[in-house]
């Protein structure tokens, strides 16, 4: 579902790149959630603020909308039968309509190995279904056989789910920018306090830094909350690897939009406010919906600049990835030109990138 191309002027993968020096890559979280630093960027002169000053840039009125994905453990580790060791992420669990037996057994998984195993090959995860682990038998790639990403069907002890062999052997899946092993602090902080519905293999990041203080001071100044669910995918991290932004693919994430939300929405309209995304995986679900009228089911949209915003007015960010998907969306939203002088300026004032890092404040421009 890619938007329609900007009327202003084509654009290349490579106009999205900017140098970022790696020691800016936040690596850990900072000590508390709401004091990452926030670039207001919604005036045209960038104004550095500590996040928990959020509230006092809102008005009575607005509607934040979060996404209340919950991330799971979902990077295992195992090995071939012939020993060579391997790491399996698993991106869904595969509803059973869905199952090439109506299981409910089967998952789809990105693959981490020298070779990848032929058809019905068995990897032995968490020491295997022997050791007290699972085995997982491949069954060809997904969704299709030029897709990226392969189809298991696994078997654990008796009457264990994907969810809890998941849930027993498997481990935070940290983004790839971030060199150390998931540890205890991992399984708390890179996951928001309003987690609902597991089911994301990476956190709606933006979202990391709201805290139950924050969340009291914007109900204290009259602003409403809802929430939609998307489960934030590994191809959320994945490269541009096609030459044109028109030939790139999108990877499909699950969605749900409760009928609670399209009527504070509704609601917040009717009002005069403003409705304010926290996360690019929310303005994702709300402009698939306002496109699709489906309020679930699985989208590929891809914004790119020239796209016509139908629901969202702000946006509560963090800083993406040089050349990403992401990248292309906030300069969708705010300006291209407008997106490279906050860059410019977050680089030069050292904040922190990426799902650890610090956040940013935007208002939609035509």
């Known amino acids: 579902?890619?938007?329609?191309?900007?009327?202003?002027?084509?654009f290349t993968v490579a106009?999205?790149?900017?140098?970022?020096?790696?020691?800016?890559?936040?690596?850990?979280?900072?000590?508390?959630?709401?004091?990452?630093?926030?670039?207001?960027?919604?005036?045209p002169t960038p104004v550095d603020r500590i996040?928990?000053?959020?509230?006092?840039?809102?008005?009575?009125?607005?509607?934040?909308?979060?996404?209340?994905?919950?991330?799971?453990?979902?990077?295992?580790?195992?090995?071939?039968a012939s020993g060579g060791q391997l790491e399996m992420l698993i991106e869904r669990v595969l509803l059973p309509h869905e199952a090439q037996d109506g299981s409910g057994n089967e998952v789809v998984a990105h693959l981490r190995v020298s070779k990848k195993p032929q058809l019905g090959g068995v990897l032995h995860m968490a020491g295997g279904l022997a050791s007290g682990g699972f085995d997982a038998v491949f069954l060809g790639r997904w969704?299709?056989?030029?897709?990226?990403?392969?189809?298991?069907?696994?078997?654990?002890?008796?009457?264990?789910?994907?969810?809890?062999?998941?849930?027993?052997h498997g481990h935070v899946p940290l983004p790839p920018y971030i060199t150390h092993t998931d540890e205890a602090d991992d399984e708390r902080r890179y996951q928001t306090v309003f987690a609902r519905v597991p089911g994301a293999v990476a956190a709606p990041t933006a979202a990391l830094h709201f805290d139950e203080a924050v969340l009291a001071a914007l109900e204290a100044r009259g602003v409403q909350r809802a929430s939609v669910t998307l489960h934030v995918g590994a191809g959320t991290f994945a490269p541009m690897k096609a030459g044109r932004i028109e030939d790139h693919v999108m990877h499909h994430e699950r969605y749900a939009i409760p009928p609670a939300t399209l009527q504070a929405i509704a609601d917040c309209r009717a009002r005069g406010g403003r409705v304010v995304a926290v996360g690019t995986t929310t303005v994702r679900t709300l402009e698939s919906w306002a496109r699709s009228g489906e309020t679930q089911g699985d989208t590929n949209i891809f914004i790119t600049p020239g796209f016509d915003f139908r629901v969202v007015d702000l946006l509560v960010t963090n800083f993406h990835l040089p050349q990403s998907t992401l990248m292309m969306l906030v300069s969708a939203f705010a300006g291209f030109d407008h997106i490279k002088v906050l860059y410019a300026h977050a680089i030069e004032y050292r904040y922190r990138f990426f799902s650890y890092g610090d956040a940013m404040l935007l208002e939609r421009r035509p």
Request: charged share 25%; proline share 11%.
């Open 51 to 80: 996040f928990r000053e959020l509230p006092s840039l809102l008005k009575a009125g607005d509607l934040l909308v979060f996404n209340d994905t919950q991330v799971v453990k979902a990077r295992l580790f195992g090995q071939k």
């Open 143 to 168: 969704p299709d056989e030029q897709g990226q990403l392969f189809r298991f069907r696994l078997h654990g002890p008796a009457d264990a789910t994907p969810y809890d062999l998941r849930a027993r």
């Open 15 to 43: 106009d999205f790149d900017f140098h970022l020096p790696p020691e800016l890559i936040a690596q850990h979280p900072a000590t508390e959630r709401s004091a990452s630093r926030l670039l207001d960027g919604i005036g």
């Open 1 to 10: 579902m890619p938007s329609s191309p900007s009327s202003a002027r084509p």
